[in-house]
């Protein structure tokens, strides 16, 4: 079974579609959103699907209330879960079809004890096409996985690695490369689809700069950024 957990904050735009996609999957899977304190509707969406005739998975849907920041937030949802696999999702991307399909085919195999999908922005625009080859080339040399890329890993293999590093930023990386040091993360394709929505309200250019800048600081150990560079956008 997967363990699917999306940690959500003031996510009302872009979560609806998430789980629309979501549920559409087929397979054995439970899902856990955590929630950081939302002031929107984030909460009553959840609640919403969780009793609706749409969800396939009507009785393992769970909404559970966490100290806001994603390290926290996903490290409590993988405390409850009870998969072979934990799946973080971002409440903004949408999962490939077949995803569940293809995690309980890897689920015999005890080589694969990690990995995530390649990347794709949703709409045309070119540059944000630019980003995701970027960043693409980026995990395939390093295998560093970013959370918006939904990060897989079976369940014991993650508590034998102490889950997500309590830091406010980059905890997605800080715990990549504790995985790199033991497993090969496997990337597949077809990619997850992140709602655009956040960098084109930050601007297309700004938002290319933000992620050359945290790809460069990853890499090369640049000085820490600062936590403002890593400001919520809704």
Not at 29 to 41: A, F, K, N, P, W
Request: charged content about 25%; aromatic content about 10%; overall charge positive.
């Amino acid at each position: 079974m997967v363990s699917v957990v999306i940690p959500t904050y003031n996510e009302e735009k872009a979560l609806p579609e998430t789980l629309q996609v979501l549920f559409r999957q087929t397979g054995d899977y439970e899902v856990i959103v955590v929630d950081g304190g939302s002031t929107d509707r984030t909460r009553a969406i959840v609640s919403e699907f969780a009793l609706s005739p749409q969800s396939s998975a009507l009785s393992t849907v769970r909404l559970l209330s966490s100290p806001k920041g994603r390290a926290i937030q996903m490290n409590a949802g993988a405390k409850v879960a009870k998969g072979e696999w934990l799946l973080f999702l971002h409440a903004d991307t949408l999962l490939p079809i077949c995803a569940m399909q293809r995690l309980s085919q890897l689920e015999a195999d005890p080589k694969i004890q990690a990995g995530g999908f390649m990347h794709q922005f949703s709409g045309n625009d070119w540059r944000l096409r630019c980003i995701s080859f970027l960043d693409n080339f980026r995990c395939v040399r390093s295998r560093i996985i970013y959370g918006d890329q939904a990060l897989f890993v079976r369940r014991t293999f993650f508590e034998r690695l102490g889950g997500f590093p309590n830091q406010p930023i980059l905890e997605d990386v800080a715990f990549c490369e504790k995985v790199i040091k033991e497993a090969d993360p496997l990337l597949l394709f077809p990619p997850v689809i992140t709602d655009a929505r956040k960098f084109l309200k930050m601007g297309v250019w700004r938002s290319f700069i933000r992620v050359l800048l945290i790809i460069l600081h990853v890499e090369f150990r640049l000085p820490v950024l600062p936590r403002a560079f890593f400001q919520d956008i809704r």
